[in-house]
C-alpha cells in the first residue's frame, strides 16, 4: 500500500527506530524530500532536527556522475577510485566544487535562515531520505554526517527496493527500511502525494522542531558546598507538576548519555529535572568518594534544600532518581526528608547500600533492574524485602546493568516517567 505522504511516511518509518532511542540520536533530513520525513521520525522518538544539505560534484562534462560531494563547514567527501580512473585533476575538481560551494552557501543561507547546526560529533546520527532509487544522494548525505564526526550513522528509509543495502556499500553502521517491495521502479509509486518539497515546507519543518520545547528553562547552574562548587543542568518544562533530581552513581555525570536521554522522557511529561554532580571531577575519580553513601545523601539533602529555594521550582514535589551508588544515596536521603520526597526511582542501582536505613524511608520507591544483571538483580531483591513504604520491582528483560541493548533505555525511561507522574502529581492533588 503506498504512503500517504511524506509525513505519514515518517511516522511508519519512526517505529521501526525505537531501538535507537537509547543513543540519543540527531536525526538528520536530506534536503529537501527526507525533511519532512525526518520530522517526523524526530518528532516520534522525542529527538532533535536538523538538516544535511549536499551538493554533489559532478564529473567535469558528464555532471550527473558523482565523483564526491560537499556539505557545510568545508565537509568534502571525493570518491579517490572515480579520479584516478577518469584522469580529473585537482585543478578541475577545486573548479567544480568551487561552483557547488557557491550553490551550496545559497541553500544553506535559505533552509537554515540563521539557525544553528546541532553538532553530531560523537553523537549518533539518523540520516533520513523519503526512499532510495539510486542511493547517490543518501550515500553522500551517510558520508558527510560520518565526516563531521557521527560515532555512528544509521540510513533510514520509508521504503527501498529489496537489494538496497547491497548497493550502499559501507556508508552506514545500520540500515533501516519501513518496506523493501518487489518490483520497486521508482520512490514516487509508494506514494499518493509526492509532491515536490518547498525550501518553505522544510523551514517550516525545522522551526517546529525548534520550537518544539519552546518555554522550558535550561540553564547550567552551580552551588557552593562543603568548600567547593558543585555543578548542574537544570530543565523546567512550562507548568511543570514535579521536580526530579538525579542521584549520579560511579562513573557518571550530568552528562552522562544515559541519565539525559531519561530526563529528556520526564521533561517531555511536565515534570523539571536537575542533573546534579554531587562530586567534583577529582572526587568522582576515586573510588572512596564513590561509595560515601553518607557523603552523597548529605550533599543530595543540601542540593534538594536548594532546590526548594529556587522561584521556578518552589512548591513542586519532589523525586529522586538514582543509578548505580547514586540510588542508595537517594534513598539515604529521601529517609532524611521523610514523605517531602514524592517518590524514588532507582534504575540499576545499589539500594543493598544503604540497607540499615531502607526500613526508615517513606517514598513510594520503584527498582529498575535489568535482567541480564543478575549480581545487582539479587541485590535488589533483597532491598526490596527491607523496604517498608509502598515499592516495586521492574525487571527488564534483555537489559544489563548499563542498558545498553537496544530499546530497554527506552523501556526504564517509560518505567520511570509513569512512577514518577503518577506520585509526583498525586502529591500535587494532595496538597
Request: a negative charge; charged letters at 25%; one cysteine or more.
Amino acid at each position: 500500500m503506498p504512503f500517504a505522504d511524506r509525513r505519514e511516511a515518517g511516522r511508519l518509518l519512526a517505529s521501526r527506530l525505537d531501538h535507537v532511542r537509547g543513543e540519543q540520536p540527531v536525526v538528520v533530513g536530506v534536503a529537501r524530500g527526507g525533511v519532512p520525513v525526518a520530522a517526523e521520525v524526530a518528532r516520534v522518538i522525542g529527538a532533535p532536527l536538523d538538516v544535511i544539505v549536499v551538493r554533489k560534484l559532478g564529473l567535469p562534462g558528464q555532471p550527473e556522475f558523482a565523483m564526491g560531494a560537499i556539505g557545510e563547514d568545508g565537509v568534502r567527501v571525493v570518491d579517490s577510485h572515480i579520479l584516478e580512473v577518469t584522469g580529473v585533476t585537482p585543478a578541475e575538481l577545486a573548479a567544480v566544487e568551487a561552483h557547488e560551494r557557491l550553490v551550496l552557501a545559497e541553500r544553506v543561507h535559505h533552509l537554515r535562515d540563521g539557525r544553528p547546526r546541532i553538532p553530531l560529533r560523537g553523537r549518533s546520527v539518523i540520516v533520513v531520505d523519503d526512499g532510495i532509487a539510486t542511493g547517490a544522494t543518501a550515500k553522500a548525505a551517510c558520508r558527510i554526517a560520518r565526516a563531521e564526526g557521527a560515532r555512528r550513522v544509521v540510513l533510514a528509509v520509508p521504503v527501498a527496493p529489496p537489494d538496497w543495502v547491497t548497493r550502499m556499500d559501507d556508508v552506514a553502521d545500520e540500515f533501516v527500511a519501513f518496506a523493501e517491495p518487489p518490483g520497486f521502479a521508482a520512490v514516487g509509486q509508494f506514494y499518493d502525494d509526492f509532491s515536490p518539497t518547498r525550501e518553505a515546507d522544510v523551514i517550516d519543518a525545522l522551526d517546529s522542531a525548534s520550537t518544539r520545547n519552546a518555554g522550558t528553562v535550561d540553564e547550567d547552574v552551580e552551588l557552593p558546598v562543603d568548600g567547593t562548587t558543585l555543578h548542574g543542568r537544570l530543565a523546567v518544562p512550562p507548568d511543570a507538576t514535579g521536580i526530579v533530581v538525579f542521584v549520579h552513581g560511579s562513573g557518571s555525570s550530568r552528562h552522562s548519555p544515559r541519565n539525559r536521554f531519561v530526563a529528556d522522557i520526564l521533561v517531555d511529561a511536565g515534570l523539571a529535572t536537575l542533573l546534579f554532580d554531587l562530586l567534583t571531577d577529582d572526587e568522582a575519580a576515586d573510588r572512596s568518594y564513590v561509595f560515601d553513601i553518607d557523603l552523597l545523601a548529605d550533599r543530595l539533602v543540601t542540593v534538594s534544600r536548594w532546590v526548594e529555594r529556587q522561584v521556578p521550582l518552589h512548591g513542586l514535589p519532589m523525586g529522586y532518581f538514582g543509578a548505580s551508588t547514586g540510588a542508595a544515596a537517594a534513598l539515604a536521603a529521601a529517609a532524611t526528608f521523610g514523605d517531602r520526597i514524592a517518590a524514588v526511582v532507582s534504575r540499576g542501582g545499589r539500594p543493598d547500600l544503604a540497607m540499615p536505613i531502607l526500613p526508615a524511608v517513606l517514598s513510594p520507591t520503584l527498582l529498575i533492574v535489568g535482567g541480564h544483571d543478575t549480581t545487582v538483580l539479587e541485590l535488589n531483591r533483597r532491598a526490596l524485602s527491607e523496604l517498608r513504604c509502598e515499592a516495586r520491582l521492574e525487571i527488564v528483560e534483555g537489559a544489563t546493568h548499563l542498558f545498553e541493548e537496544p530499546g530497554t533505555l527506552s523501556m526504564a525511561a517509560t518505567l520511570a516517567r509513569d512512577w514518577f507522574v503518577d506520585h509526583l502529581s498525586r502529591e500535587t492533588r494532595s496538597s
